[in-house]
């Protein structure tokens, strides 16, 4: 499976160490950045990493800023999009296995290093359900045509 991530100053040592993480775990990753501790606004990334989503290159995505929030709303303004903003271990695999979410966005100033990798390691390990939870997506997709 081959993953995008992307983050902004909030988020750097997090997003740094996720690279590695998912790259020791035999994951090919798409890392759009930042690479240094400069400023920039969150948005820019998250459109990079949504597009690696939505051209079919990568599979899934994950994206760290401060709080994950701002990430998840930039990122769902894209069409096609499911981001959800996490920092516990139950909605990362929820997210997953109900919401066939295909962005994880993390806080590197909510959560530590540890806590991110396992919500990470959730988050790629967990297959969505389908089944009655399909429909609801569907209905959720459609809002984007409204
Ligand atoms: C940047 O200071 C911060 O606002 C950003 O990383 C993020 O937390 C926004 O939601």
Redesign the pocket.
Known sequence: MKIAIGC????LQHKNAIVEHLTNRGFEVKDSGIFENK?VD?PDIAVKVCKDITSGECELGILV???????S?AANKVKGIRAAAVSEHFSAKYTRLHNNSNILCL???VIGVGTALELVDLFVDTKFEGGRHAARVDKVMAIEKE
Do not use: F, P, Q, V
């Open positions: 902004d100053h909030g988020g400023s969150y800023c401060g709080t994950g929030i701002g990430m709303l806080g590197g100033r």
